[in-house]
Every structure is written in C-alpha cells, then in structure tokens.
C-alpha cells in the first residue's frame, strides 16, 4: 500500500544535539512537506520542496534543515540553533498534477522531546 | 497572504446530534482548494472533505458535509448523526494552487459525548 512513513515515532535530543527526522513516501508525489504541531498553534510550514534537490523555507524555518536528494525522501534536521524544538512534527506529501486527488497525504507524526 | 480562522476553539455534542464547525478565510484570489482534516487522539491526520472553489455545490462525504459560501469567505462543516468516533481536533485549511502549501486553521476540538 502507497504511503508516507515517519521515523522515529518518538525522539529525545539533548541540548546542543542536532537530530534528523526521517520522512519517506511511495506514493510518487512531486512535493513534500514539513508541519509543525505546538498546542493551540495549528500546523506551522517549516520547510517544503516541489522538485527533487530544490526546498523553500516556510514560515519557521529558523533551526531546521532540510534536503531532497531522491524524490521519495525529505528528512528534516532539528539543528541545536532551534531553542525550543519539543513538539510534534508532521511530514506530508501531494500530487501536484491534474485529477481528483488533490490536498496532502499525512505521516503519523514524530514526537520530539529535548532533555 | 491569505489566512484561515476557526473561531470555535472547543466544541461539545451529544451523540447522535448535528453539528456544525466554522470556518472563515481570506484571499483575493478567484480559485482555490479548501478542505478539513481531522486530528482523532492518534494524532494521525485524516482527509475528511475537499472543495474546489470553482465549484458551486456543496461537498458531500457520507454523514461530512460542508456549506460553502465563496463570497462569505465560508467553509463550515457540518456533521450528522454525531458517533464517539468523531471526537477529534478538526483543521480547516486552504490552498491556493494544486503545486501550493496548504494554510491551516488553528483548530477546533470536537467531543462527542455518550
């Protein structure tokens, strides 16, 4: 079956740490997406790419980094420059072509908890 | 910059009953893609509905269905027959072009009670 796989469902960083959140899809979507997730915040754009070895910095992207070698992965770096990283992170993925199926396809999400 | 707003921040229903979630947005823009997700406890996030806003009539998706006012700027849901496993966080969101990212709301958490 077509999907998007997040992994790990949980991570801890130590302060100073960087740590890469891995996110992989088989479903032949062009763009990808990074979302994050903080109570009473919605989902906030971190980073986003269209076409392989090209991104775009969302909205809060300050910390993070990104990279799309192959088109079916998009992992994303919480780097020790992000003072407040614990949250919730949601990868995402769609089809940018003609037909129906329009709108994002989710990861189940990784928990990330700095100690 | 176009933005989204649910102005419900916590909802609560009994089972069985109708309810409706509201939604506003702001663009300038003629067409667009709206849609809702639903967050349940898993936190896994799920397609619940999607509107073309070329398209007049109103999406329908089983029990889901939305009222769409493109000169409100509207895009309520509505949800029938309310079951225990609709208790979810519900995101109403936008997007401008098929290759564009998607603005969310902020949420509404909905609670169906027994």
């Known amino acids: 079956d077509g999907g998007i796989t997040q992994s790990p469902k949980y991570l801890f960083r130590k302060e100073g740490q960087n740590v890469t959140l891995s996110c992989e899809q088989n479903l032949n979507h062009d763009a990808m997406y990074w979302y994050r997730q903080d109570p009473g915040q919605g989902l906030r754009l971190i980073y986003y790419?269209?076409?392989?070895?090209?991104?775009q910095k969302g909205d809060i992207a300050e910390g993070y980094s990104v990279s799309r070698e192959k088109k079916e992965s998009f992992p994303l770096t919480v780097t020790s420059a992000q003072k407040n990283p614990t949250a919730f992170y949601l990868c995402?993925?769609?089809?940018?072509?003609?037909?129906?199926?329009?709108?994002?396809?989710f990861g189940s999400g990784t928990r990330l908890t700095v100690v | 910059a176009q933005t989204v707003t649910q102005s419900q921040p916590e909802m609560s229903v009994q089972e069985a009953e109708t309810v409706t979630l509201s939604c506003t947005y702001d663009t300038s823009e003629s067409n667009y893609y709206l849609f809702w997700y639903k967050q349940p406890p898993s936190r896994q996030m799920i397609l619940v509905i999607r509107q073309e806003a070329y398209k007049q009539q109103n999406a329908t998706e089983n029990r889901f269905s939305v009222n769409f006012q493109k000169a409100a700027k509207s895009f309520s849901l509505k949800i029938s027959d309310s079951q225990l496993g609709d208790t979810a966080m519900y995101f109403c969101?936008?997007?401008?072009?098929?290759?564009?990212?998607?603005?969310f709301g902020k949420g509404t958490r909905l609670h169906i009670l027994p």
């Open positions: 995402a993925s769609s089809n940018t072509w003609t037909g129906t199926d329009y709108g994002y396809t």
């Open positions: 969101a936008f997007m401008l072009g098929r290759d564009d990212k998607i603005i």
């Open positions: 790419s269209q076409i392989v070895n090209d991104f």
